[in-house]
């Protein structure tokens, strides 16, 4: 684990999930030797996994206590959704390209998950067929935060996603209230673009 991660993240489940989930296994071959450096790395298809602070930022956010069921968007390498698998009674993670989809389930299946459900994206953001989340996680960049997600989070749910230019992006924790959403802001990032219906163009 890093310095940093250690020093700024309070939520020890998030760090204890973090310590014992092999991220190599989650990185190309050609990568593994910086598996745990704290930045983000290729993973194919124009594709990233994302840096662990800000991982381990995103997944604290959450508050998850172990009970919740948990919508990701963003499979991507699968390595954030062990760590909700970890932390929550069950992921529903939604994936664009077909191939990260299936390389996920893959390696998340040999590491003996079986709380995860990894669908491929449909037209509209998310997946509406099994909401309402106690938590969404983004982990792609949408131009501003989508109605259509927003409405797939229960009363008092967390959604942590980033928001803001297709290269650069202020993080944002929604909380869904039943009159006014709280919206906090917990800082600058930088993530592949949301592509779909409410966010980018391809
Ligand atoms: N959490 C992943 C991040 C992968 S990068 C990891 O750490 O490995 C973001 C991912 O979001 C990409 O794999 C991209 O294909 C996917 N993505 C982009 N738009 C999407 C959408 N509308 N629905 C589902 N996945 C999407």
Same mark, same amino acid.
């Given at each position: 684990m890093t310095k940093q991660l250690a020093a700024e993240i309070n939520d020890t489940r998030v760090?204890?999930?973090?310590?014992?989930? $092999? =991220? !190599?296994?989650?990185? $190309? =071959? !050609?990568?593994?030797?910086?598996?745990?450096?704290?930045?983000?790395?290729?993973?194919?298809?124009?594709?990233?996994?994302?840096?662990?602070?800000?991982?381990?930022l995103m997944t604290e956010a959450l508050e998850l206590k172990g009970n919740e069921k948990v919508l990701e968007i963003g499979t991507g390498s699968g390595y954030q959704t062990a760590i909700l698998a970890e932390l929550a009674d069950t992921v529903i993670s939604v994936e664009r390209v077909p191939a990260l989809a299936e390389s996920a389930r893959e390696v998340l299946g040999s590491l003996g998950y079986e709380n995860i459900e990894i669908y491929i994206a449909e037209e509209t953001l998310g997946w509406p067929e099994r909401a309402p989340y106690d938590a969404i996680m983004v982990t792609a960049g949408a131009p501003d935060i989508p109605v259509d997600l927003l409405s797939q989070?229960?009363?008092?749910?967390?959604?942590?996603?980033?928001?803001?230019?297709?290269?650069?992006q202020e993080l944002y924790k929604v909380t869904r209230q039943k009159d006014k959403n709280r919206v906090e802001k917990l800082g600058g990032c930088r993530f592949v673009a949301l592509i779909g219906k409410g966010a980018w163009e391809n």
């Amino acid at each position: 684990m890093t310095k940093q991660l250690a020093a700024e993240i309070n939520d020890t489940r998030v760090l204890a999930a973090m310590s014992h989930i $092999p =991220r !190599e296994q989650f990185v $190309p =071959r !050609e990568n593994r030797y910086l598996a745990y450096e704290d930045g983000p790395l290729p993973i194919g298809y124009e594709q990233t996994i994302s840096q662990p602070y800000i991982i381990a930022l995103m997944t604290e956010a959450l508050e998850l206590k172990g009970n919740e069921k948990v919508l990701e968007i963003g499979t991507g390498s699968g390595y954030q959704t062990a760590i909700l698998a970890e932390l929550a009674d069950t992921v529903i993670s939604v994936e664009r390209v077909p191939a990260l989809a299936e390389s996920a389930r893959e390696v998340l299946g040999s590491l003996g998950y079986e709380n995860i459900e990894i669908y491929i994206a449909e037209e509209t953001l998310g997946w509406p067929e099994r909401a309402p989340y106690d938590a969404i996680m983004v982990t792609a960049g949408a131009p501003d935060i989508p109605v259509d997600l927003l409405s797939q989070l229960s009363i008092d749910g967390r959604m942590v996603i980033p928001a803001g230019s297709r290269y650069v992006q202020e993080l944002y924790k929604v909380t869904r209230q039943k009159d006014k959403n709280r919206v906090e802001k917990l800082g600058g990032c930088r993530f592949v673009a949301l592509i779909g219906k409410g966010a980018w163009e391809n």
